[in-house]
């Protein structure tokens, strides 16, 4: 027993102090972005566009591809509930908005966690334990300025904009179970879609978006920075780093959501 | 005749712990500018950790290291850069950035911390290349080079912001001796045409004696040893001719268990 809460006190211990770690991380990040510019040291923009093409653009297809099936799955399932009242048309709404305020942010989220939160721990990482790290540091580039800003300021901007575009796939592909396999009339369809969304469906999702790009981006350089013991290590790291992710994304989804519930309604 | 010299490195007492483990016990050297001097010892002996403190990635427990004039433990982060511009590393393993080519990678300090003009630094990196032996090398990417190249262009890298002191782990470690001996003449080569101080970390006995003007021999944390090339070379420490000899046995155990082998075993 005295064991059982010795073990439970030091994972506590030792989340709590990844914690403060993390918070320390992302506040010199913001750090360097707001002084950078005053004190002529803001890296070149080219690392920040590199990272942006790499996290959004290269991200399109897989993002779409998830996007776009949701919006039939959903379409499909909620279908199947509503016929039995004979409210086939009700689909539309529910896809919009279940896509705008939350499967669009989550699920691009968690897709753009395995590709690009992944690749961050597993570069920078590499960085660490091959001393390239070091030797950044060692020619006078703070690593946080010069890797962490621009990958953090990439993933703050691409994943609102990738959020965006899983929106409108998802909404396609409810609309196209809708039009082709309900039989339901294409325009009464849309003017269902967006009749009773608001547009504060919309942007909460945007913000949560906003939120999980800060999570993935912190957690991969974190992950990455913290990198000890070789091959090993980086792998470790590349895998906790998505895992961290994963579980940090569905817990800022929880609040965010009860955030937004209870503050507007 | 010491006295006349300009003192460019001092450290003066350092003493650094991790965890419970004194690996730095009190240090204190002096470098002097223009001289080649070379840090040795075995294994674990925390000759790379006191490098470590030289070039501020580190920071002292206690004791004080001043490069170039400078305390760094009572320096901010910029003053701090400013030390570091003037200073050139060269890594045990190259440390060159994988995702840029040759030319970018030699090139990066001058891009980032200069605002000369693409065509002059375009020139500069092509001559930096060109004293390691390099040049037109500058579009291939580091996985595509030999070790002994990548630590060429390491070194190119270093020199790029023409330092004033410039910081050598292990130049040799891992090259077969031919390259390991064009390491050795680029070294001095260096030393002698940019006159820039070399403070070289190395086990390679061969290449301590042909580099160095003077040697410290570290062990334990401590300096064992500390004279001229030549001095260090006749000592008559035990230790140090058992290290420059290489031989098992003598007073430098090898062997570092705790507990007896015996009791070890039948437990």
């Known amino acids: 027993m005295k064991n059982l809460i010795e073990k439970i006190g030091a994972v506590v211990l030792i989340t709590g102090r990844h914690i403060v770690s993390v918070s320390a991380l992302l506040f010199e990040t913001i750090y360097w972005i707001l002084a950078g510019p005053f004190k002529k040291k803001m890296p070149k923009p080219e690392g920040t566009f590199s990272q942006m093409v790499f996290a959004g653009f290269d991200s399109l297809i897989i993002v779409s591809f998830v996007a776009f099936f949701t919006g039939i799955v959903i379409a499909m399932q909620s279908a199947y509930q509503l016929a039995r009242f004979g409210a086939n048309i009700y689909v539309a709404p529910m896809v919009s908005i279940g896509i705008a305020r939350e499967l669009g942010p989550v699920l691009t989220a968690l897709v753009v966690a395995g590709r690009v939160g992944a690749a961050i721990a597993a570069e920078l990482g590499t960085m660490k334990v091959t001393e390239q790290i070091e030797a950044l540091e060692t020619m006078a580039f703070n690593p946080v300025r010069y890797l962490v800003v621009p990958r953090f300021l990439a993933l703050l901007i691409m994943l609102p904009c990738l959020t965006i575009f899983a929106d409108i796939l998802g909404i396609l592909g409810g609309f196209l179970v809708g039009v082709f396999q309900l039989g339901l009339n294409p325009h009464r369809y849309i003017t269902f879609s967006f009749q009773f969304m608001l547009f504060k469906d919309f942007w909460t999702g945007i913000v949560k978006s906003a939120c999980f790009g800060i999570i993935i981006s912190m957690i991969g350089c974190y992950m990455g920075l913290n990198t000890k013991g070789g091959a090993e290590g980086v792998g470790k790291s590349t895998t906790l780093s998505v895992v961290t992710s994963f579980i940090l994304i569905i817990l800022f989804d929880v609040i965010l959501t009860g955030v937004f519930y209870f503050a507007n309604k | ?267």
Not at chain 2, 78 to 83: E, K
Not at chain 2, 132 to 142: A, H, I, K, N, Y
Not at chain 2, 235 to 251: H, L
């Open chain 2, 1 to 267: 005749m010491d006295t006349e010299k300009e003192v460019i490195i001092s450290a003066r007492n350092v003493v650094k712990k991790f965890g419970e483990r004194a690996v730095l016990n009190g240090i204190t050297l002096d470098i002097y500018r223009g001289e080649t001097f070379v840090i040795m010892g075995g294994s674990g002996c925390g000759k790379s950790t006191f490098l470590r403190h030289l070039i501020g990635a580190l920071k002292p427990d206690s004791g004080k290291v001043s490069v170039l004039g400078k305390d760094l433990s009572g320096l901010d982060e910029d003053a701090l850069d400013a030390v570091k511009k003037k200073i050139g590393m060269c890594f045990q393993s190259a440390a060159l950035f994988d995702s840029m080519t040759v030319g970018e990678n030699v090139s990066l300090p001058l891009r980032e911390h200069t605002k000369l003009d693409r065509s002059v630094i375009d020139i500069v990196v092509k001559m930096k290349l060109e004293m390691v032996g390099l040049r037109g090398f500058e579009d291939l990417m580091p996985s595509q080079l030999s070790g002994g190249m990548r630590k060429r262009v390491g070194l190119a890298r270093a020199i790029v912001m023409d330092p004033e002191i410039i910081f050598y782990d292990e130049p040799t470690a891992g090259l077969d001796p031919i390259v390991a001996g064009v390491i050795d003449k680029l070294i001095l080569d260096l030393s002698k045409k940019l006159s820039i101080t070399s403070v070289v970390v190395t086990h390679d006995m061969k290449s301590v004696f042909s580099i160095a003007d003077r040697v410290a021999m570290l062990y334990e944390g401590r300096v064992l040893e500390v004279g001229e090339s030549d001095t260090v070379k006749n000592s008559k420490n035990p230790m140090v001719r058992q290290f420059i000899a290489g031989s098992p046995d003598g007073p430098i155990k090898f062997f570092q268990q705790k507990d007896d082998y015996l009791e070890q075993l039948i437990k």
